[in-house]
């Protein structure tokens, strides 16, 4: 059975920091792209960061370009979203999804729902408060 267990969010003033982790299991885990969503009342999902099998090419989407970073350790089954210089723009429920998508960019699929998606995690909640 695959399970996706995202870490506690939180909450956190502007122009601070916060650390996401994801860690999957019941799958082969270097096989899978992880992609960061977030969804915030109102408005669609969207992917944020994503990060192919072997980490050597990701996605940022404009919003968070230079401000989240994602990283990856295949040994411990885990994906991470380091967010800087965070915004009330960026409060949202924030999840984490696996792919199983060969030799494709990241960017061909990241943007949007995560159509392509087939795992999830339960979601986090992020608040940035100005």
């Known amino acids: 059975q695959v399970q996706v267990v995202e870490s506690a969010g939180g909450w956190v003033q502007a122009e601070g920091s916060l650390r996401l982790s994801c860690t999957a299991s019941?799958?082969?885990?270097?096989?899978?792209?992880v992609g960061w969503f977030r969804q915030a009342p109102g408005n669609q999902r969207e992917g944020i960061p994503c990060?192919?099998?072997?980490?050597?090419?990701?996605y940022y989407d404009d919003s968070v370009k230079g401000r989240f970073t994602i990283s990856r350790d295949n040994a411990k089954n885990t994906v991470y979203l380091l967010m800087n210089n965070l915004e009330p723009e960026d409060t949202a429920m924030y999840y984490c999804?696996?792919?199983?998508?060969?030799?494709?960019?990241?960017?061909?699929?990241?943007?949007?729902?995560?159509?392509?998606?087939?795992?999830w995690g339960q979601g986090t909640q992020v608040t940035v408060s100005s």
């Open positions: 999804a696996l792919a199983s998508v060969a030799h494709r960019h990241p960017r061909e699929y990241c943007p949007g729902p995560g159509r392509l998606f087939g795992y």
């Open positions: 019941g799958l082969r885990f270097d096989e899978y792209t």
């Open positions: 990060i192919n099998y072997s980490g050597g090419s990701t």
